[in-house]
């Protein structure tokens, strides 16, 4: 079963994912950035749905962070925000997708089977 760490600071959103995600996939929420490369490390994702903002925190700020801690970043990273420039946002931080806030569930079960068969 492939496993998706959801790093998402609003609890309802992340409880949410992980309902509709937990049936298919091994699922982890974390609500906040600290200690991710510990999380990474233990759990070993496939994937990483990512929020843009976690906390005053922005992805490209988190991803800074867990690589400055020695951790080669080489999980496929799912980016989703409700900022109106998320595309090239995700294409900055170098995500392998992106979903934009509000989602629909069935996009979001799309978007995780283009990306499980895409690695």
Do not use: W
Request: charge should be negative; hydrophobic fraction near 45%; aromatic fraction near 8%.
């Amino acid at each position: 079963m492939k496993k998706i760490l959801i790093v998402e600071d609003e609890y309802d959103i992340g409880e949410i994912v992980e309902m509709t995600l937990g049936a298919k996939y091994e699922v982890l929420v974390k609500n906040d950035s600290r200690e991710l490369t510990a999380v990474l490390k233990q759990f070993k994702p496939d994937a990483i749905l990512l929020d843009n903002y976690i906390g005053n925190k922005d992805a490209q700020e988190i991803i800074d962070e867990i690589k400055s801690e020695g951790f080669d970043l080489a999980i496929p990273m799912i980016l989703f925000s409700a900022h109106e420039e998320i595309k090239s946002i995700a294409r900055d931080i170098g995500a392998i997708d992106f979903i934009a806030k509000p989602f629909d569930l069935e996009d979001l079960h799309r978007c995780m089977s283009r990306v499980f068969l895409s690695i």
